[in-house]
């Protein structure tokens, strides 16, 4: 299946920073998912986004659908030990019933 | 409340044995799915079902056989592990809003190791 491109893989970044990630596919979607997954655990799904241009806030995570439908970006505010896991876009289409998943950005922060 | 168990969370075997991952969502969706993410993380589907009727059946060898008594569950059985299915394996499900969008919830996931 269609492995979408998100970018960075990985950031160490020091505490109180700002993070941004981003996520392409060459086919257009419909909504738009961000998950974070904690070493040991499942994916947890932190923002869902479902219109071209919407800009979505979940406490410091703020998640953008692309204009063009093809892309996604994530934005964490002032960043703190616990964010540390692995962020994953998704896209779907109308259909509901397939998901396509990036690779995966892997996001460290240093005390 | 738990929305997307699995069952069971560890799960150590030797090569040639059958085993099966158990998967139960109360969530009330329609739709279910399993995954394999192998050591670089990538998430990769092998199976979904739509009401009990498999509707995605990616690329996955016939050793590997989901099975769905009901819409809220999801079990896979594997016939003759080999080495190379060791992985974490994730249940999900999800939902549509409507025509404007889909929400999917993943399982805790088992990690499987086959010795």
């Known amino acids: 299946g269609q492995q979408l491109n998100q970018s960075p893989q990985s950031m160490f970044i020091q505490e109180g920073e700002d993070v941004s990630m981003n996520c392409t596919s060459s086919?257009?979607?419909?909504?738009w998912l961000w998950y974070k997954q904690e070493p040991g655990e499942g994916p947890v799904l932190l923002i869902a986004l479902y219109k071209a241009g919407e800009l979505t806030s979940n406490g410091r995570l703020t998640a953008q659908f692309g204009i063009t439908r093809k892309d996604s970006f994530l934005n964490i505010s002032a960043s703190i030990p616990s964010d540390v896991g692995i962020y994953f876009c998704a896209g779907a289409l109308n259909t509901g019933n397939q998901f396509y998943f990036g690779t995966g950005t892997s996001l460290t922060v240093i005390p | 409340d738990t929305a997307v168990s699995q069952t069971p969370k560890y799960l150590v075997t030797q090569m040639g044995n059958d085993k099966s991952i158990k998967c139960e969502q109360n969530l009330g969706h329609d739709t279910m799915y399993w995954y394999k993410q192998d050591s670089k993380k990538f998430l990769k589907i092998m199976f979904s079902y739509n009401n009990k009727e498999l509707i995605i059946n990616e690329t996955v060898p016939n050793r590997f056989s989901p099975k769905s008594p009901d819409k809220a569950h999801l079990n896979l059985h594997i016939n003759s592990l080999e080495l190379g299915d060791s992985a974490v394996y994730f249940c999900?499900?999800?939902?549509?809003?409507?025509?404007?969008?889909?929400?999917?919830?993943f399982g805790p996931g088992t990690r499987l190791t086959v010795t």
């Open positions: 086919s257009i979607f419909n909504t």
């Open positions: 999900a499900s999800s939902r549509l809003r409507g025509i404007t969008g889909t929400e999917q919830y």
